[in-house]
């Protein structure tokens, strides 16, 4: 998690933050307090400073995950008016998607890159394995890419777009 460099997400988010605990990596959030955010971080470093959570390390042992490995949560939070761009208007509407909001989250949203040096299209860089095979994963069998619509009422009248061009002449 700490290997990956700023410059490796390409996001439409404004900002991407890396955050430490006590003088170690812990992970990244991308567009904090934005309409949508993500959120990937460490979670075996946090249960270990936190050990109210300890429990979970012995459930993932029982289920065959090697102790020495570190866990990796990845996660988005969106808001309701990306909901509504996404047509997901209710819960079972979302129950319905959660294939839908995942691709567009890791696919169209934020994408962690391999950098190809000499190339400054970021959207040209490959993508990071790792984040393929998250991108990939299935909430339903009938998963069904989603994309966001926006409301004919965020777009600039003609007479102010004509004046931001003249302006800019």
Known sequence: IGEFHREAWVTRAGGVDAYSRQGQFSGWVIGASGPISAR???????????????????????????PDLP??????QLRREVLEQL???S??????NQGGIWQYA?????????????????GRWPT??????????LWRLDDVPLKRQYSAAR???????????????
């Open 71 to 76: 866990v990796l949560r990845l996660e988005f």
């Open 106 to 122: 890791t696919h169209e949203w934020l994408r962690l890159t391999k950098p190809l040096a000499g190339d400054s299209n970021r």
């Open 155 to 169: 777009i600039p009248a003609q007479d102010r777009l004509f004046r931001l061009f003249i302006a800019l002449l």
């Open 91 to 96: 819960f079972s509407g979302l129950l319905r």
């Open 128 to 137: 990071h394995p790792l984040w393929a095979q998250l991108g990939e994963v």
């Open 87 to 89: 047509a997901v208007r």
């Open 40 to 66: 990937l971080y460490d979670k075996t470093l946090e249960i270990h400073q936190k050990k109210h959570k300890a429990y979970l390390l012995e459930l993932w042992r029982m289920a065959g995950m090697k």
